[in-house]
């Protein structure tokens, strides 16, 4: 074993380091690159994402019409599995809204929408007449839609 190192050899140690730091720094920079380069989203991107995000209010609300007259007739809850799942989809519906509060004020379609959602809700919790109910969810209906309709 030599105590010397032979001149103009490196390390394989060495080596491997400089590569990967060349290959980490190059990576960094191809995405600072990449991103600075990407497009804006336009409104109408911005708008059907939104629109997406809403999917699960929208078919709550059209579930509780579905299932609310299947479970309340007169004021007194006819069927309870279908009562438990009309309140749990206006809640579905109700998360969904208020997780896009701050798109949705952004566009100022937040508190009709909520109010809609909230009117319903206590319907539901009221064991209100399915055809209050009903006439409530074509409400929210309206108010989803127009809460995307740009």
């Known amino acids: ?62 579930l509780v019409a579905t299932e609310y007259p299947q479970a309340v007739r007169g004021g007194r809850v006819v069927a309870t599995t279908e009562y438990a799942a009309a309140q749990a989809d206006v809640q579905r519906a109700r998360a969904a809204v208020d997780a896009h509060a701050a798109d949705l004020r952004a566009v100022g379609k937040a508190a009709v929408l909520q109010r809609a959602l909230a009117d319903l809700a206590a319907a539901v919790d009221q064991r209100a007449e399915p055809a209050r109910v009903r006439q409530l969810g074509d409400a929210a209906n309206a108010a989803l839609r127009g809460a995307t309709a740009f």
């Open 1 to 62: 074993m030599s105590l010397y190192r032979q001149p103009g050899r490196f390390a394989t140690r060495t080596i491997a380091l400089a590569v990967g730091a060349a290959l980490v720094a190059g990576l960094v920079l191809g995405f600072v690159l990449g991103r600075s380069t990407a497009p804006d989203p336009t409104l109408a991107e911005k708008v059907a994402g939104l629109r997406s995000a809403l999917a699960p209010a929208r078919e709550g609300v059209e």
